[in-house]
């Protein structure tokens, strides 16, 4: 296969940054996108022209690393990550445009690698249950019926890749948010600082310059791993109620 | 030098308990006088930073990635072992012990062993308690499965997806200590050497991935939960970015490297599909239990998934089950792995390479109907699907064994310090538990064991001993000396300006390991392949080619400086797998098999750890041998026929 790629191209973050066009001839079909990439890179270096930079680590779609901007979707036309996309997915002869993810809270860093940290930053806001390393109870000690553990699983398969964030067009994180909110309010380990965790999760998501949601659905659309928006109504619940009371006692479990 | 594991004296089922009663303790007021490094965020490294930031230590932690959840553990497919007993199946500690050691073949030692075993039930609630979500039953209670060939179900699983969800655990834990202040995050900052001063680990020299920077951190211990180094292979299952750089600048400093040539070969993987192949997927174990592997009886040049289906019967040799007819398909990962390798070596492999065998779910199918198949294998099937092209309901998959651990790595006491005071290895970066072979879902038990349940233990005894004084700051020279150190290392990549890419190199390198020092290994071939090495590596350094600078994102010097240390890392496993003339485990020595060409270990000469001592440049490396005592297991010949 041959292939015309137009990639994004930024030296550094304060760098204006261009596409360039790259003719690309020895494709296989059997490849994977950056494997694709790979294959361009080694073919510029030979060259003397600087590689591609992008992001991508385990490339078998759990890391969430790889995080490319593929004709106008993050991680192309399929929805799963870039890194288990393959060119079989295109025809010969297509252009391919490869973006970074576009968002404010995500600064580019070069060419297409950006800045996640905001992601952690909420977490460490509150995305966690209050344990200490042992003393824990015995585990069955807590029954969790199976339909609120298989909701609350389903939550917690996010990969924290961004591609909801890139997705939306107000570059909102509300996806990637309220899995983690979701995920605690579901299971009755998370009960106890569900108020807190929600008023301080969605004050650092705010802090970050992340957008509003308006209710697109284009981050679940694009969502690798399937991500729910019901998460995000439960969340949008989840902070109303807490900004009702503060504490648990008053609204008898918040059930 | 002598080594001392420091196993505790007594019956092996109150080792543990007895030791952790002699360890000294830090005061809880004196704890936040210590300064503790943790390099890596893996299970072992954020379950450990997590731990120590809530007893009170000061804890700096770094990753080369982007953000801490992205470390290879979140891969883990399968789940993790606990001898929780909850399925009144006849498991227990003893249980969980007994097998891990024979699973090791008999080169691990029992005291470690038996502490993981002990520690697993703690996980496990530790886990449940942080809000992973296990699978559970319609009761309401934790769900298991019998998992790689164990005859009791003691591995607790969440979905396909146990790493990703143990790490996201770990890695919440550790955040909440962000949080409060207690550990603070270094993400795209990779190690690259530890200081060493009046013999002790003093602190690390990092680079700063965006902007180049050399920095220098000290603390009075550091903790290297680095991983494992199957990236030797180039192609591997592990993520492109695994390497073994901090272990091999620790055993550079001194850090005695053990068992380096134990590595686990997992038999059923996509097969490679062409040259620009960048990595391998694991397919999981769990498809051996209904599917038959099998290839042609006379070799078919090229022969395709969609053509095998109008093989007949008589014309397939279904390998496995006619020589292990009691095992069949399920027998241990290395058996299957060097078999399907045999049947290839004689020009009977499949697919576009020969480098394949067949797994066939067509009997399954007409025997429990597409849909059975589908609800147990649904997510795998679509994997293969998307990977290959090829629909695995109506055509046989193809499989073929690849790299998938790595059993070895820094020596380490039964406290997990290595052979240099104050630096510690834990999970995978060390090579203490699983002897010459891993048993499925024991990598993410130990991983969380050691980061959780000893270090937080072991640790203290160390900084309590040496006291909060003994420290030294990033003003001593020792410190500008390492960085100055670093920083011609990079600088020298960056001079030589040659015409062979690093990938040229690293691919290089991994088909002389795979072919000389992969699923079977020979004298002749591993001498050759030290050579090969040897050349390879003064080629790379006169020939690579690494474009950019020192002071920015520059992925390719990021390569090349870790497959610099992998060639060398290739060397050593060369001179470990001479040394061990026996087989064992994942270790497979031609000289060394019985009459039908099955493995042979050899208890009375090789029932020790290979721990080997850095010498120098370019000077062979010293071997330490560590005898292995077992009171407890009886040493058996493994069987599958």
């Given at each position: 296969m041959k292939v015309t790629l137009k990639i994004w191209r930024q030296k550094s973050p304060n760098d204006k940054g261009a596409f360039k066009t790259y003719q690309h001839e020895h494709v296989s079909p059997d490849m994977s996108f950056l494997e694709m990439l790979d294959v361009l890179n080694t073919e510029l270096i030979k060259k003397g022209e600087e590689p591609v930079h992008f992001d991508h680590d385990c490339r078998e779609g759990i890391c969430g690393a790889c995080s490319l901007y593929i004709n106008g979707h993050p991680h192309g036309p399929l929805q799963t990550t870039t890194c288990q996309l393959h060119m079989r997915s295109f025809n010969d002869g297509d252009t391919i445009v490869i973006e970074p993810w576009r968002a404010k809270a995500f600064p580019i860093i070069k060419d297409l690698v950006v800045d996640r940290t905001a992601f952690d930053r909420i977490q460490q806001a509150g995305g966690y249950i209050s344990v200490n390393t042992g003393g824990a109870p015995d585990a069955n000690e807590i029954p969790i019926p199976k339909i609120v553990a298989d909701e609350a699983f389903d939550a917690a398969t996010c990969i924290g890749c961004g591609a909801c964030v890139a997705a939306c067009k107000n570059a909102s994180a509300m996806l990637f948010v309220s899995a983690k909110v979701s995920q605690f309010a579901l299971l009755p380990q998370g009960k106890p600082e569900r108020k807190e965790r929600v008023k301080k999760m969605v004050a650092q998501m705010d802090a970050e310059g992340f957008g509003a949601c308006t209710n697109t659905k284009a981050c679940e659309a694009e969502c690798p791993k399937g991500i729910n928006v019901t998460n995000i109504a439960r969340m949008n619940r989840e902070f109303f109620s807490s900004s009702l009371s503060s504490y648990e006692y008053q609204v008898g479990g918040g059930d | 030098m002598k080594l001392d594991s420091k196993i505790p004296a007594g019956p092996i089922a109150e080792k543990w308990t007895k030791h952790k009663f002699n360890l000294k303790l830090v005061n809880p007021a004196n704890k936040r006088k210590y300064d503790v490094i943790v390099v890596g965020t893996g299970l072992a490294g954020a379950s450990a930073a997590a731990s120590l930031g809530e007893l009170g230590y000061n804890v700096k932690v770094f990753t080369f990635h982007d953000s801490p959840r992205r470390a290879h553990s979140i891969a883990a497919q399968g789940g993790i072992n606990a001898a929780k007993n909850y399925q009144n199946d006849g498991d227990s500690i003893y249980r969980l012990f007994y097998d891990t050691v024979k699973g090791g073949d008999y080169r691990a030692r029992e005291a470690n062993v038996h502490r993981l075993a002990e520690v697993s039930v703690d996980i496990i609630d530790q886990c449940v308690a942080q809000g992973v979500p296990f699978a559970r039953e319609y009761g309401g209670l934790l769900s298991n499965r019998s998992f790689g060939g164990a005859q009791v179900s003691r591995t607790f699983y969440a979905r396909g997806q146990t790493g990703q969800q143990l790490l996201l655990g770990a890695y919440a834990a550790m955040n909440r200590q962000i949080a409060n202040g207690k550990v603070k995050l270094f993400t795209r900052t990779e190690m690259l050497d530890v200081v060493v001063v009046d013999g002790k680990a003093r602190g690390i020299i990092t680079r700063n991935l965006i902007t180049g920077k050399i920095e220098s951190h000290s603390a009075h211990a550091v903790l290297l939960c680095t991983g494992g180094y199957s990236t030797v292979f180039y192609l591997s299952t592990n993520a492109k970015a695994c390497n073994v750089s901090a272990a091999w600048r620790a055993h550079k400093k001194g850090a005695l490297f053990a068992n380096p040539c134990f590595t686990q070969i997992h038999p059923t993987c996509i097969p490679v599909s062409g040259d620009h192949q960048s990595k391998l997927t694991l397919m999981s174990e769990s498809l051996r239990n209904d599917g038959r592997v099998w290839v042609p009886k006379t070799g078919i040049k090229g022969l395709k998934a969609k053509d095998a289906v109008n093989i007949p019967e008589a014309e397939r040799d279904y390998f496995l089950e006619r020589r292990y007819p009691s095992f069949g398909n399920l027998v241990p990962r290395d058996v299957a792995s060097r078999n399907a390798k045999y049947v290839c070596d004689e020009g009977r492999g499949v697919g576009p390479t020969g480098l394949a065998v067949f797994l066939d779910f067509s009997d399954a199918i007409k025997r429990d109907g597409r849909k059975t198949i589908e609800a147990k294998y649904g997510n795998l099937f679509d994997m293969y699907h998307q990977i290959t092209g090829d629909n695995p309901y109506e055509v046989p998959m193809m499989i073929f064994p690849a790299v998938h651990y790595t059993m070895g790595g820094l020596w380490v006491d039964y406290n997990l310090m290595?052979?240099?005071?104050?630096l510690y290895a834990l999970g995978e970066a060390n090579f203490s538990d699983h002897g010459a072979n891993r048993l499925g879902a024991s990598a993410l038990m130990q991983g969380l064991a050691d980061g959780y349940f000893v270090i937080p233990y072991t640790l203290g005894d160390y900084l309590a001993t040496i006291g909060w004084n003994d420290k030294v700051g990033t003003d001593h020279p020792a410190f500008k000396e390492s960085m100055d150190q670093v920083t011609n290392n990079i600088n020298k990549l960056l001079s030589i300006k040659g015409n062979k890419t690093v990938d040229e190199f690293h691919r290089q390198l991994g088909l002389i390991m795979w072919e000389y020092c992969g699923m079977s290994r020979n004298e002749a071939g591993l001498k050759k392949a030290k050579k090969m090495i040897q050349e390879l590596r003064a080629e790379f350094w006169r020939d690579v080619k690494i474009l950019g600078g020192a002071n920015e994102l520059n992925a390719e010097l990021e390569k090349a400086s870790r497959v610099a240390d992998l060639m060398e890392l290739g060397e050593l496993m060369i001179d470990d797998a001479r040394d061990r003339n026996e087989s064992c485990g994942g270790h497979f020595r031609e000289e060394s098999a019985t009459e039908d060409g099955e493995a042979r270990r050899n208890d009375d000469q090789y029932a020790y750890v290979a721990a080997w001592e850095y010498k120098g440049e370019n000077q062979p490396e010293v071997l330490h041998k560590e005898e292995l005592v077992f009171e407890n297991v009886k040493l058996t010949q493994r069987s599958y026929k």
């Amino acid at each position: 296969m041959k292939v015309t790629l137009k990639i994004w191209r930024q030296k550094s973050p304060n760098d204006k940054g261009a596409f360039k066009t790259y003719q690309h001839e020895h494709v296989s079909p059997d490849m994977s996108f950056l494997e694709m990439l790979d294959v361009l890179n080694t073919e510029l270096i030979k060259k003397g022209e600087e590689p591609v930079h992008f992001d991508h680590d385990c490339r078998e779609g759990i890391c969430g690393a790889c995080s490319l901007y593929i004709n106008g979707h993050p991680h192309g036309p399929l929805q799963t990550t870039t890194c288990q996309l393959h060119m079989r997915s295109f025809n010969d002869g297509d252009t391919i445009v490869i973006e970074p993810w576009r968002a404010k809270a995500f600064p580019i860093i070069k060419d297409l690698v950006v800045d996640r940290t905001a992601f952690d930053r909420i977490q460490q806001a509150g995305g966690y249950i209050s344990v200490n390393t042992g003393g824990a109870p015995d585990a069955n000690e807590i029954p969790i019926p199976k339909i609120v553990a298989d909701e609350a699983f389903d939550a917690a398969t996010c990969i924290g890749c961004g591609a909801c964030v890139a997705a939306c067009k107000n570059a909102s994180a509300m996806l990637f948010v309220s899995a983690k909110v979701s995920q605690f309010a579901l299971l009755p380990q998370g009960k106890p600082e569900r108020k807190e965790r929600v008023k301080k999760m969605v004050a650092q998501m705010d802090a970050e310059g992340f957008g509003a949601c308006t209710n697109t659905k284009a981050c679940e659309a694009e969502c690798p791993k399937g991500i729910n928006v019901t998460n995000i109504a439960r969340m949008n619940r989840e902070f109303f109620s807490s900004s009702l009371s503060s504490y648990e006692y008053q609204v008898g479990g918040g059930d | 030098m002598k080594l001392d594991s420091k196993i505790p004296a007594g019956p092996i089922a109150e080792k543990w308990t007895k030791h952790k009663f002699n360890l000294k303790l830090v005061n809880p007021a004196n704890k936040r006088k210590y300064d503790v490094i943790v390099v890596g965020t893996g299970l072992a490294g954020a379950s450990a930073a997590a731990s120590l930031g809530e007893l009170g230590y000061n804890v700096k932690v770094f990753t080369f990635h982007d953000s801490p959840r992205r470390a290879h553990s979140i891969a883990a497919q399968g789940g993790i072992n606990a001898a929780k007993n909850y399925q009144n199946d006849g498991d227990s500690i003893y249980r969980l012990f007994y097998d891990t050691v024979k699973g090791g073949d008999y080169r691990a030692r029992e005291a470690n062993v038996h502490r993981l075993a002990e520690v697993s039930v703690d996980i496990i609630d530790q886990c449940v308690a942080q809000g992973v979500p296990f699978a559970r039953e319609y009761g309401g209670l934790l769900s298991n499965r019998s998992f790689g060939g164990a005859q009791v179900s003691r591995t607790f699983y969440a979905r396909g997806q146990t790493g990703q969800q143990l790490l996201l655990g770990a890695y919440a834990a550790m955040n909440r200590q962000i949080a409060n202040g207690k550990v603070k995050l270094f993400t795209r900052t990779e190690m690259l050497d530890v200081v060493v001063v009046d013999g002790k680990a003093r602190g690390i020299i990092t680079r700063n991935l965006i902007t180049g920077k050399i920095e220098s951190h000290s603390a009075h211990a550091v903790l290297l939960c680095t991983g494992g180094y199957s990236t030797v292979f180039y192609l591997s299952t592990n993520a492109k970015a695994c390497n073994v750089s901090a272990a091999w600048r620790a055993h550079k400093k001194g850090a005695l490297f053990a068992n380096p040539c134990f590595t686990q070969i997992h038999p059923t993987c996509i097969p490679v599909s062409g040259d620009h192949q960048s990595k391998l997927t694991l397919m999981s174990e769990s498809l051996r239990n209904d599917g038959r592997v099998w290839v042609p009886k006379t070799g078919i040049k090229g022969l395709k998934a969609k053509d095998a289906v109008n093989i007949p019967e008589a014309e397939r040799d279904y390998f496995l089950e006619r020589r292990y007819p009691s095992f069949g398909n399920l027998v241990p990962r290395d058996v299957a792995s060097r078999n399907a390798k045999y049947v290839c070596d004689e020009g009977r492999g499949v697919g576009p390479t020969g480098l394949a065998v067949f797994l066939d779910f067509s009997d399954a199918i007409k025997r429990d109907g597409r849909k059975t198949i589908e609800a147990k294998y649904g997510n795998l099937f679509d994997m293969y699907h998307q990977i290959t092209g090829d629909n695995p309901y109506e055509v046989p998959m193809m499989i073929f064994p690849a790299v998938h651990y790595t059993m070895g790595g820094l020596w380490v006491d039964y406290n997990l310090m290595t052979s240099v005071p104050g630096l510690y290895a834990l999970g995978e970066a060390n090579f203490s538990d699983h002897g010459a072979n891993r048993l499925g879902a024991s990598a993410l038990m130990q991983g969380l064991a050691d980061g959780y349940f000893v270090i937080p233990y072991t640790l203290g005894d160390y900084l309590a001993t040496i006291g909060w004084n003994d420290k030294v700051g990033t003003d001593h020279p020792a410190f500008k000396e390492s960085m100055d150190q670093v920083t011609n290392n990079i600088n020298k990549l960056l001079s030589i300006k040659g015409n062979k890419t690093v990938d040229e190199f690293h691919r290089q390198l991994g088909l002389i390991m795979w072919e000389y020092c992969g699923m079977s290994r020979n004298e002749a071939g591993l001498k050759k392949a030290k050579k090969m090495i040897q050349e390879l590596r003064a080629e790379f350094w006169r020939d690579v080619k690494i474009l950019g600078g020192a002071n920015e994102l520059n992925a390719e010097l990021e390569k090349a400086s870790r497959v610099a240390d992998l060639m060398e890392l290739g060397e050593l496993m060369i001179d470990d797998a001479r040394d061990r003339n026996e087989s064992c485990g994942g270790h497979f020595r031609e000289e060394s098999a019985t009459e039908d060409g099955e493995a042979r270990r050899n208890d009375d000469q090789y029932a020790y750890v290979a721990a080997w001592e850095y010498k120098g440049e370019n000077q062979p490396e010293v071997l330490h041998k560590e005898e292995l005592v077992f009171e407890n297991v009886k040493l058996t010949q493994r069987s599958y026929k």
